[in-house]
């Protein structure tokens, strides 16, 4: 990996970024309450189970495509095969979209998509991204084809920056204490090479997830801010 592409990796995936990823607790918050989650063991045990059934089977098989797609455009030299392209990309945008357990989560998707959308315009990418529903895995993957990010590694950082948001949402809530939420991040880290190989090996019509607790704890969380609202 040359320095340049990596250093634009770690732009793309620093709590920096100003995309408000840390805001996003993906049902954290409802686990803690309903003390599905109440220490360091019980959260490790709820962040695997996202990575491994939830990443490496929907998001990251997902974010592959996508960024093969983009690639394909990129070195596209006809009008038919980028229009058959396009219609692939889209596919994807919406699967994703379509397989979120929550309208809470699929809202968070889109959300940060238009974050990110507005960073790739601020940093002059050229694109009509509002057309991908604004996919925040779209968009990631776009930049990460743009500017030059080997696929191997746009994928291990995409998860890394997942991973990373959802152990810092978890040292506040819970809350955890420094010490062990890094212990647990270096321990989740050494599953990733595993979450990863799931993703690269699945086939198109294996690609989903079966996180029936996310979906319960999203949709908790959902309805809280539903009656604080009305309220």
Request: aromatic share 10%; with cysteine.
């Amino acid at each position: 990996m040359q320095s340049t592409s990596l250093l634009r990796l770690l732009h793309l995936v620093s709590p920096a970024l100003p995309i408000g990823a840390f805001a996003y607790s993906k049902g954290l918050e409802s686990a803690v309450e309903l003390e599905w989650i109440t220490d360091v063991s019980s959260c490790e045990d709820w962040l695997v189970t996202q990575m491994e059934e939830g990443m490496g089977r929907l998001d990251l098989p997902i974010f592959i495509r996508l960024y093969n797609l983009w690639q394909q455009r990129k070195e596209q030299e006809t009008d038919d095969l980028d229009n058959q392209l396009l219609s692939k990309t889209h596919y994807w945008a919406q699967y994703l979209l379509a397989c979120r357990e929550s309208r809470e989560l699929h809202l968070e998707e889109q959300q940060l998509g238009k974050t990110m959308v507005r960073l790739l315009e601020s940093l002059d990418f050229k694109g009509d991204f509002a057309q991908f529903h604004y996919s925040y895995t779209c968009q990631f993957s776009f930049a990460c084809v743009q500017w030059g990010i080997p696929l191997e590694d746009a994928v291990n950082g995409f998860i890394w920056s997942w991973l990373e948001n959802q152990v810092t949402a978890a040292s506040k809530i819970i809350p955890l204490g420094q010490t062990d939420a890094q212990k647990m991040l270096v321990k989740i880290v050494d599953l990733i090479p595993a979450a990863t190989e799931t993703a690269f090996g699945i086939e198109d019509i294996d690609i989903g997830s079966n996180l029936a607790a996310l979906a319960i704890a999203s949709q908790i969380h959902e309805d809280q801010y539903s009656r604080l609202f009305r309220s």
